[in-house]
C-alpha cells in the first residue's frame, strides 16, 4: 500500500485519496489482486498530476471529489498514466483490463485456422478478411503435403534457413518454394 505525505503544500490532496482509491478498486475489481493493486496505484499517481494541473488551473478537485475520481479512474483504464504511454499498437502495453489473447504463430490453436489471426489487421476491409478466411485454406488443400508445409512456415513468418530446416529441403529449395507458392497463390485467386 501506498503511504501519501502531504508535500509542498498539497494537503488537500490527501483528502481525495480515500475516493480515488476506492473508485479505482471498484473500477479495476475484474483484475487479479497484484494487478488490481498496481491499477490502483496508477489512479494514485495520475490523480496527484491531474490535482496539480488542476490547481495550476485555478480549479480545486476536492470541491468535484466523485467527478474527478471517476475521470482519473476512467483516464488509467484507457492508458493514460505519469510514467508511462502506451501504444495502441502495442499488444502488451494494453490498457488495464483489456483482454488479449497472445500465441505464437508456430502453436497449434484450436480449430486450425491460424491464418486468421495473420488477417486480422484493421486496415483490411471485412469482405477482404471474410474472403481471405475461406480461399486460404482452400488453397493449402491444393498442395502437395511439402508445399503445404513450407506455405505454412513461411506465413507464420519463419525464416528460409528454418523453414530448410523443419521441412529437410535446401534453403535455395525454399526460395524457389516461395515464387511457386506466390505465383500458384496469385493463380488461385485469379480462377475465382
Not at 487479479?32 to 499517481?45: S, T
Not at 491464418?115 to 478466411?133: G, Y
Not at 506465413?155 to 524457389?176: C, F, L, N, P, Y
Request: no cysteine; hydrophobic share 45%.
Amino acid at each position: 500500500m501506498i503511504a501519501l505525505a502531504p508535500a509542498h503544500g498539497h494537503t488537500a490532496f490527501v483528502s481525495l485519496v480515500p475516493r480515488l482509491r476506492t473508485h479505482a478498486r471498484v473500477r479495476f475489481r475484474h483484475l487479479r489482486p497484484v494487478d488490481r493493486e498496481e491499477a490502483v496505484a496508477d489512479v494514485l499517481a495520475y490523480g496527484f498530476a491531474s490535482y496539480l494541473r488542476l490547481k495550476e488551473r485555478g480549479k480545486d478537485p476536492t470541491t468535484f471529489p466523485a467527478v474527478f475520481a471517476h475521470f482519473v479512474a476512467q483516464a488509467v483504464a484507457n492508458g493514460r498514466g505519469v510514467v508511462r504511454r502506451l501504444s495502441t499498437r502495442d499488444l502488451l502495453g494494453r490498457p488495464h483490463g483489456e483482454r488479449v489473447t497472445i500465441r505464437k504463430l508456430d502453436d497449434p490453436m484450436p480449430g486450425g485456422g491460424w491464418w486468421r489471426d495473420l488477417a486480422l489487421d484493421r486496415r483490411v476491409r471485412v469482405d477482404e478478411q471474410a474472403a481471405f478466411n475461406i480461399d486460404f485454406p482452400a488453397w493449402l488443400a491444393t498442395l502437395p503435403a511439402v508445399k503445404r508445409h513450407v506455405a505454412e512456415l513461411l506465413a507464420r513468418g519463419h525464416g528460409t534457413d528454418e523453414v530448410a530446416r523443419g521441412t529437410g529441403v535446401s534453403a535455395g529449395r525454399v526460395s524457389q518454394l516461395r515464387r511457386e507458392l506466390a505465383d500458384s497463390w496469385f493463380d488461385f485467386h485469379a480462377g475465382s
